[in-house]
């Protein structure tokens, strides 16, 4: 027993506060349990995700071993010791990496412009570019190779390419009964809420692979598994799947550090935001590019952020908050030229529903900028007629989003099935 100085009547008052501390401390602790998700029973903290890739490494690349393999990667291939793909598979024991190939942005994660293929230095392997003379791999680059890996992290939304890049890939792997191995990661968006209109069925393409929702709620080997059964693919596909990774955790809870996916997806703020703002960029609207928050700002010259902010603060969205914040793009649109802007905060992310967000404020853009905002130049990114015809003719953001549910709940009950994790 802890020895306490002092008369009794001080002795019991010490007991006293020390117990109502510790139920303070135990009710917090409780608290940040239930938001972090499942937890360690020993220490009482989320355990860290594992990735596929550090999966891999526990099995000691049983599933790869004996075969030639093709690498589809980039900068976010990292394991948890911070030990990239390239250099793991190529001292992987029985394991004969032949191949590297490259998505958007590069090996390196780097550029914004189409890419040509090029040779590793580390490795002296080839790195076939799939974002430059061609999106596919073609047989010259997959000669050799009887298992194709993909370990890239992806955005968890539809038009962001990596997952074009994946489908591509299984494709060309089914046609020519190559193995196909996708090491899992988180998806940062976390995998328990679907938003945002679905893809119309003649509006494919490679800022849109299949009919998904903007955001779908699966990590990327769970996507896989869906591309390949709903789309017929076929393939001979292999999920690497995490261990410790739950539905609920955004990417603050996997205990894992933040690697930048693309040049301008900087911050986990700016993933949560990315999906409602990225869609307006077509119709002549910064999207922060060039600046030192992307994603988390927008405007233009003919913006007034002040009258914009206050309208979008006006419509009390659940975990926003907005305030004017003027900026200079020093790349990109508006390059050099001084943008009446927006600046996004988040208060809780768990609340926020980006897509909704982008509808609020698409309808206040074209109310207050009618000749400079023309919501039909949102079609590539959101995909969806029906929606953009609602935002031309005015209607309410709240039945706009209505609009996409029954939608949304059959698609549910599709990825339902793919589901990999609790």
């Known amino acids: 027993m802890v020895a306490i100085a002092g008369d009794p009547l001080t002795r019991l008052r010490r007991r006293h506060s020390t117990f109502i501390h510790f139920t303070f401390l135990v009710a917090l602790f409780s608290l940040g349990h239930v938001r972090a998700g499942a937890a360690s029973k020993q220490s009482g903290r989320a355990a860290r995700v594992q990735t596929g890739l550090d999966v891999l490494e526990s099995q000691k690349f049983a599933p790869l071993r004996g075969k030639h393999v ?24 029985g394991v004969q990496l032949i191949a590297l190939f490259s998505p958007e942005h590069g090996l390196a994660g780097r550029n914004d412009e189409k890419i040509s293929s090029a040779k590793d230095p580390a490795t002296g392997l080839p790195v076939h570019s799939l974002y430059g003379e061609t999106l596919r791999p073609t047989d010259e680059m997959l000669k050799g190779i009887d298992a194709l890996v993909f370990d890239v ?59 998904l929702p903007v955001r779908y709620g699966l990590t990327i080997g769970e996507l896989a598994q869906l591309f390949n059964a709903e789309n017929h693919i076929g393939a001979d596909l292999h999920v690497i799947a995490m261990k410790n990774w739950h539905r609920n955790y955004f990417f603050e809870s996997t205990g894992t550090r933040w690697i930048p996916p693309s040049p301008n997806l900087r911050t986990t703020k700016g993933s949560v935001l990315y999906p409602g703002i990225e869609i307006l960029q077509n119709a002549g609207v910064s999207v922060g590019r060039g600046t030192e928050t992307p994603f988390e700002e927008f405007g233009a010259p003919w913006l007034n952020g002040d009258e914009v902010a206050a309208a979008l603060n006006e419509r009390h969205l659940a975990g926003l908050h907005f305030a004017a914040k003027p900026f200079i793009p020093i790349v990109g649109l508006y390059s050099g030229q001084r943008c009446g802007g927006v600046a996004v905060r988040i208060t809780d992310r768990y609340r926020v529903r980006a897509m909704s967000m982008g509808m609020e404020t698409a309808i206040i853009l074209h109310r207050l900028y009618p000749q400079q905002f023309d919501p039909e130049k949102l079609l590539l990114l959101i995909g969806n007629s029906d929606t953009i015809q609602q935002l031309q003719s005015g209607t309410p953001a709240e039945k706009i989003v209505a609009s996409w549910s029954a939608d949304l709940t059959a698609f549910d009950q599709i990825r339902r099935k793919y589901f990999l994790y609790k």
């Open 153 to 211: 992290q992806d955005a968890g939304v539809r038009f962001y390419t990596y997952t074009t890049t994946m489908a591509y890939c299984i494709e060309e792997a089914a046609k020519r009964n190559i193995a196909f191995f996708v090491l899992d990661r988180p998806n940062p968006l976390g995998g328990e809420i679907v938003e945002g209109p679905m893809l119309d069925m003649d509006k494919t393409n490679f800022v849109g692979y299949f009919p």
């Open 70 to 93: 093709g690498l589809i990667t980039n900068h976010t291939g990292l394991d948890s010791q911070g030990r990239s793909t390239v250099d793991i598979l190529s001292h992987a024991p």
